[in-house]
């Protein structure tokens, strides 16, 4: 059973700084894309970051300049080094990957279970 656990959420001022962490439990055999959604109440969920298995990235315009993704390809592990916090930024994050089965041949689409983000002002 593959499972992607995240940390690194918590409570920060504005202009604060939060890096979240990302990684799949389980047997795999590779990683393709990994990224970064969130969720604020009462809003869809959004793509924040995303970056590709050879290292090409894009992000939602309200965060260029201020979130950098990046991952670990030997640790299977992505990153959300988040910069600059504004209240705005307020939401539960969401780890996503595609993720080969230990087979290789399968691709599956898993999510974190959440991790919440809170800037205060």
């Known amino acids: 059973q593959v499972q992607l656990v995240e940390s690194g959420g918590g409570l920060v001022q504005a202009g604060g700084s939060l890096r979240l962490s990302c990684a799949p439990s389980?047997?795999?055999?590779?990683?393709?894309?990994m990224g970064w959604y969130r969720q604020a109440p009462g809003k869809q969920r959004e793509l924040v970051a995303r970056?590709?298995?050879?290292?090409?990235?894009n992000y939602a315009d309200s965060v260029k300049g201020r979130f950098t993704i990046s991952r670990d390809n030997a640790k299977n592990t992505v990153y959300l080094q988040m910069n600059s916090l504004k209240p705005e930024d307020t939401a539960v994050y969401y780890c996503?990957?595609?993720?080969?089965?230990?087979?290789?041949?399968?691709?599956?689409?898993?999510w974190g279970q959440g991790t919440q983000v809170t800037v205060s002002s």
């Open positions: 996503n990957a595609l993720i080969f089965d230990y087979s290789g041949r399968f691709l599956h689409d898993y």
């Open positions: 389980g047997s795999i055999f590779s990683v393709n894309a």
């Open positions: 970056i590709t298995s050879g290292g090409s990235t």
